[in-house]
């Protein structure tokens, strides 16, 4: 499944709600299964057995478990049945299937439980072995933990801070845990995905490289405007992760093209290691690191104000994001 969370305007105001792509089609799979309750099961309570089992909310919806996924999947195939015969709509008239015109898309889980941003690429963190990588990098997966309040989706403007004259996207994508576990086991770690989405983790260059090499600390502030998220979130077993196809556009023209099975770190190995005496929530998001050659900090090439990012990821889609204009320049003094 190709799983979406996505706004729509209504007379109190925009709602988010979570859908599913069929056929360029966004189905709202909480008000679907409420149909389906009603028609099928003949449930005087489908509202509220359609909350508790197939919620709105991505986050609760991952903590549904197997029954959310299976009440997810004859959601869809009862939509499309029912799309044949005549218009669906909820028992009340609601909306329940929706162009891709009609809706925005948010990142797939507007705010995560926790992010951490592996880096699990030898080539990226050794600039094409540029650098030599300590001893202890082949040792363990090491990550930054990031801000999970400046998370934004596919569309949306990518802000230029005013700190910063050297913005980068880096070329990711990455997992959301999708039940709770402490001290996984390599093998049973992959039973925690909820699934992949595209990750685009911005990065002011110059605050970051003075944090980390000067202090030995963060990065912090250098990654604090925002990361980009989506287009949606695909189950695991709709791709390969050991071997999807990665590319950075930046107005059309291909910078990054590179493979997810060139990563030094499984998922296996990340997801135990993360794990190790803590735990991990429904709605953590791991991050894959940057893949070789997926930023301009490698390329020395810049992003500028108003360009277009399209980071696209096989079996996953494109997430498309522009970048916002450049305010005047900010400096801290003591």
């Excluded at 709602?15 to 009603?38: F, P, S």
């Excluded at 909306?95 to 439980?113: C, D, G, H, Q, S």
């Amino acid at each position: 499944m190709k799983l979406v969370t996505f706004e729509v305007s209504t007379p109190l105001g925009p709602v988010q709600r979570i859908g599913a792509l069929t056929k360029e089609k966004i189905v709202d799979l909480n008000m679907g299964y409420t149909c389906y309750l009603v028609d099928k099961r003949s449930s005087g309570r489908a509202y509220e057995a359609a909350a508790a089992v197939l919620p709105p909310d991505m986050i609760d919806f991952f903590r549904s478990g197997k029954d959310g996924k299976e009440a997810a999947e004859t959601t869809i195939d009862y939509v499309a049945k029912q799309e044949l015969k005549s218009l669906l709509l909820g028992p009340k008239g609601e909306k329940i299937l929706y162009e891709m015109a009609e809706v925005k898309l948010k990142a797939p889980v507007p705010r995560p439980n926790s992010l951490r941003d592996y880096i699990a690429f030898e080539g990226h963190a050794s600039l094409s072995g540029k650098k030599q990588l300590d001893k202890g990098w082949y040792e363990m997966p090491v990550c930054y933990k990031g801000n999970c309040d400046t998370i934004i989706g596919p569309g949306e403007t990518i802000l230029w801070p005013a700190f910063t004259d050297l913005l980068d996207y880096e070329l990711e994508y990455g997992i959301f845990i999708g039940k709770e576990g402490k001290n996984i086991p390599r093998g049973k770690a992959e039973e925690y995905i909820a699934g992949y989405t595209i990750f685009n983790d911005i990065s002011a260059r110059d605050i970051q490289l003075t944090e980390m090499l000067a202090f030995g600390l963060g990065p912090v502030k250098g990654k604090d405007s925002c990361s980009v998220m989506g287009p949606c979130l695909v189950t695991p077993d709709e791709i390969d992760p050991k071997n999807m196809r990665m590319t950075a556009r930046i107005n059309g023209e291909v910078w990054s093209d590179n493979n997810s099975g060139t990563s030094y770190w499984t998922w296996p190995q990340i997801i135990e290691f993360a794990s190790m005496e803590e735990a991990l929530y429904p709605g953590d998001f791991l991050g894959s690191g940057t893949v070789e050659g997926g930023c301009g900090l490698e390329l020395n090439r810049w992003i500028q104000p108003g360009d277009v990012i399209e980071l696209e990821a096989e079996g996953i889609g494109i997430l498309r994001n522009q970048v916002g204009q450049k305010p005047p320049k900010r400096t801290f003094t003591r």
